[in-house]
């Protein structure tokens, strides 16, 4: 289970399937591609979800097959949005 981090210090910009994320705080911008962004939404509209949802969710918003490289990637990605602190661990 992955929640998205509620820091008002935080602003999000969409362009298209694209994204940034300007955090305030720390003067830190991170650019959110397709696949990306799509996780950080899913996690945050659907906090509750487990690894293995949030990379079928991916598949269907997507439309990519929901192969063990998928599953994969979605891990790695996951432990990026961590690691920069866009996501927590619930």
Same mark, same amino acid.
């Given at each position: 289970?992955? #929640? %998205? &981090? =509620? *820091? @008002?210090? #935080?602003?999000?910009?969409?362009?298209?399937? /694209?994204? %940034? %994320?300007?955090?305030?705080?720390?003067?830190?911008?991170?650019? *959110?591609?397709?696949?990306? $962004?799509? &996780?950080?939404?899913?996690?945050?509209?659907? @906090?509750?979800?487990? +690894?293995?949802?949030?990379?079928? !969710?991916?598949?269907? #918003? $997507? +439309? !990519?097959?929901?192969? =063990?490289? *998928?599953?994969? &990637?979605? !891990? !790695?990605? *996951?432990? +990026?949005? #961590?690691?920069? +602190?866009?996501? /927590?661990?619930?």
């Amino acid at each position: 289970m992955t #929640r %998205v &981090l =509620p *820091l @008002p210090t #935080r602003l999000l910009k969409n362009w298209g399937d /694209e994204a %940034v %994320v300007y955090d305030a705080a720390s003067g830190d911008t991170h650019y *959110l591609k397709p696949l990306t $962004l799509a &996780l950080y939404q899913i996690c945050r509209d659907h @906090p509750g979800y487990t +690894s293995t949802e949030i990379a079928a !969710e991916l598949s269907t #918003r $997507l +439309s !990519e097959a929901n192969t =063990p490289q *998928l599953r994969e &990637l979605t !891990e !790695e990605t *996951l432990t +990026s949005l #961590r690691k920069i +602190s866009l996501l /927590e661990p619930a």
